[in-house]
């Protein structure tokens, strides 16, 4: 039976690709579904040259009128500037286990990214690097963060069937969070402290975090700028994840830390876990998904590390040390038991060395994959 590609052209189709995964994953209880409302607007906005710098196409799959698939491919026009190479990039990359679908999608992009001057596609990923990326390689059996993708375990066997090969590895840790600080924690902290002036700066409410916005993102690009996939943001960009993210925080799972003149020099920001609360609300957030989210907001059991950054000139000093000491204590007073953290490069060895002080396992690997057009 043959498959047909048609491209995500009005409201209809938009709902449709948005919808897709609801339907392939139904079953699968280690799938976290995003909010229905906020895939809408990620999309509509990537669209937009004049919103991020950035374009897309959507398509979708069909065999006998069923929709059995779906792909974005994205151009991010910074990332073509910074890196003098015109990359493609694939995401919301979804299908059933048959080649000949997969297939279709992957050519339907290319030709796209043919199309536009592309010389090589890669993904998943998203529009920017705040944005969901990776396919898991490794760990399928397991329910992370919800601020990360799934899929299952066939995928890899398409890509590696289509002639992909690895672009890059990120991998996943949980943390068990302990009863007390190890000593070694307390003494490096007492350091900081008393050497350098380091502080938390009080957070009380989400209007105190966005007094801080500016100075994080601007830390944000500092600490990744030298990743190749980590290009800059626009104004309109900052603004949008600023709205879409921090009315979900809790103003204390938040840590900015500043030096003794207090200028923000790292910061650490985790969520309280809402994995179950997304399976739970299915996509929808009324009329019942956001009692399922602010029920987990109040009473966490596990936390995800969602982004940490730290003020170049100090990477060396151990400041890491004191935001993962920091974020502990509001733990401890909590009740978090264990943390998710979310994907780091695999050779970020300088954070994945504080991983010693804590009992904690690996759960799972994901992968960006790359090929030339």
């Given at each position: 039976?043959?498959?047909?590609?048609?491209?995500?052209?009005?409201?209809?189709?938009?709902?449709?690709?948005?919808?897709?995964?609801?339907?392939?994953?139904?079953?699968?209880?280690?799938?976290?579904?995003?909010?229905?409302?906020?895939?809408?607007?990620?999309?509509?906005?990537?669209?937009?040259?004049?919103?991020?710098?950035?374009?897309?196409?959507?398509?979708?799959?069909?065999?006998?009128?069923?929709?059995?698939?779906?792909?974005?491919?994205?151009?991010?026009?910074?990332?073509?500037?910074?890196?003098?190479?015109?990359?493609?990039?694939?995401?919301?990359?979804?299908?059933?286990?048959?080649?000949?679908?997969?297939?279709?999608?992957?050519?339907?992009?290319?030709?796209?990214?043919?199309?536009?001057?592309?010389?090589?596609?890669?993904?998943?990923?998203?529009?920017?690097?705040?944005?969901?990326?990776?396919?898991?390689?490794?760990?399928?059996?397991?329910?992370?963060?919800?601020?990360?993708?799934?899929?299952?375990?066939?995928?890899?066997?398409?890509?590696?069937?289509?002639?992909?090969?690895?672009?890059?590895?990120?991998?996943?840790?949980?943390?068990?969070?302990?009863?007390?600080?190890?000593?070694?924690?307390?003494?490096?902290?007492?350091?900081?402290?008393?050497?350098?002036?380091?502080?938390?700066?009080?957070?009380?409410?989400?209007?105190?975090?966005?007094?801080?916005?500016?100075?994080?993102?601007?830390?944000?690009?500092?600490?990744?700028?030298?990743?190749?996939?980590?290009?800059?943001?626009?104004?309109?960009?900052?603004?949008?994840?600023?709205?879409?993210?921090?009315?979900?925080?809790?103003?204390?799972?938040?840590?900015?830390?500043?030096?003794?003149?207090?200028?923000?020099?790292?910061?650490?920001?985790?969520?309280?876990?809402?994995?179950?609360?997304?399976?739970?609300?299915?996509?929808?957030?009324?009329?019942?998904?956001?009692?399922?989210?602010?029920?987990?907001?109040?009473?966490?059991?596990?936390?995800?590390?969602?982004?940490i950054g730290i003020k170049e000139g100090w990477r060396s000093r151990g400041v890491h040390t004191i935001i993962f000491y920091e974020?502990?204590?509001?733990?401890?007073?909590?009740?978090?038991?264990?943390?998710?953290?979310?994907?780091?490069?695999?050779?970020?060895?300088?954070?994945?060395?504080?991983?010693?002080?804590?009992?904690?396992?690996?759960?799972?690997?994901?992968?960006?994959?790359?090929?030339?057009?």
């Amino acid at each position: 039976m043959s498959v047909r590609i048609r491209t995500v052209a009005n409201k209809q189709d938009l709902r449709t690709f948005v919808h897709y995964p609801f339907q392939l994953y139904k079953n699968c209880p280690y799938w976290v579904p995003p909010i229905s409302k906020a895939e809408y607007k990620t999309l509509e906005r990537g669209m937009d040259p004049s919103f991020g710098a950035t374009k897309a196409r959507l398509f979708l799959a069909e065999k006998n009128g069923r929709v059995v698939g779906r792909i974005a491919a994205i151009i991010n026009m910074k990332e073509f500037e910074k890196i003098d190479q015109k990359h493609t990039r694939f995401g919301w990359f979804d299908f059933e286990d048959d080649l000949h679908v997969s297939q279709a999608l992957m050519e339907a992009a290319m030709q796209w990214a043919a199309d536009e001057g592309g010389v090589l596609i890669k993904g998943p990923y998203g529009f920017t690097a705040l944005d969901k990326a990776g396919m898991v390689i490794e760990g399928f059996d397991f329910t992370g963060p919800a601020s990360t993708l799934y899929n299952y375990e066939y995928y890899v066997k398409h890509m590696e069937a289509m002639g992909f090969e690895k672009n890059v590895d990120w991998v996943e840790f949980e943390i068990k969070t302990p009863q007390s600080p190890p000593e070694r924690v307390l003494k490096a902290v007492n350091i900081l402290e008393t050497r350098y002036g380091l502080h938390r700066i009080p957070l009380r409410s989400s209007k105190d975090v966005l007094r801080y916005v500016d100075d994080l993102f601007q830390l944000y690009m500092e600490t990744y700028k030298e990743l190749p996939d980590t290009v800059p943001l626009t104004q309109k960009q900052v603004a949008a994840y600023a709205s879409q993210y921090v009315p979900i925080l809790r103003p204390d799972f938040v840590n900015f830390i500043a030096d003794g003149k207090g200028q923000m020099i790292g910061f650490g920001i985790t969520l309280p876990s809402l994995s179950r609360a997304l399976q739970r609300a299915k996509g929808r957030l009324w009329p019942f998904g956001i009692w399922h989210i602010l029920r987990a907001k109040r009473k966490p059991s596990i936390a995800d590390l969602v982004l940490i950054g730290i003020k170049e000139g100090w990477r060396s000093r151990g400041v890491h040390t004191i935001i993962f000491y920091e974020t502990m204590k509001i733990y401890w007073k909590v009740g978090v038991r264990k943390v998710q953290v979310n994907p780091m490069l695999e050779h970020n060895a300088r954070v994945q060395q504080l991983f010693k002080d804590y009992e904690w396992r690996a759960t799972r690997r994901r992968r960006a994959w790359k090929r030339h057009i």
